[in-house]
């Protein structure tokens, strides 16, 4: 969100962003044609896509619960040791 953006102009993109998904479970349930309009503004839409499939994840194989070793982190989609 911020490799090329300022914090301040990201921020009311993010809380906006945060108000329609305040958990993994509910990033999981969105719809995938409607998270584009909800990530507008915060650029690199890959990372949306990447974010809601790891939500996927970790709904249906964590039971909604963000994994707490690096192993299985590593694992979801999007997730790296870079990234």
């Known amino acids: 969100?911020?490799?090329?953006?300022?914090?301040?102009t990201v921020i009311p993109y993010f809380e906006r962003f945060i108000a329609s998904f305040p958990?993994?479970?509910?990033?999981?349930?969105?719809?995938d044609d409607t998270l584009p309009?909800?990530?507008?503004?915060?650029g690199y839409y890959r990372r949306a896509r990447h974010m809601q499939s790891?939500?996927?994840v970790i709904r249906d194989v964590h039971d909604g619960q963000?994994?707490?070793t690096l192993?299985?982190?590593l694992v979801l989609p999007g997730i790296?040791?870079?990234t």
């Open 23 to 31: 958990d993994p479970i509910a990033l999981a349930n969105s719809d």
């Open 1 to 8: 969100m911020l490799q090329q953006t300022q914090v301040a």
């Open 66 to 68: 963000v994994p707490d």
């Open 71 to 73: 192993d299985d982190l």
């Open 54 to 56: 790891a939500a996927r």
């Open 37 to 42: 309009a909800h990530w507008s503004g915060l």
């Open 80 to 82: 790296g040791r870079t």
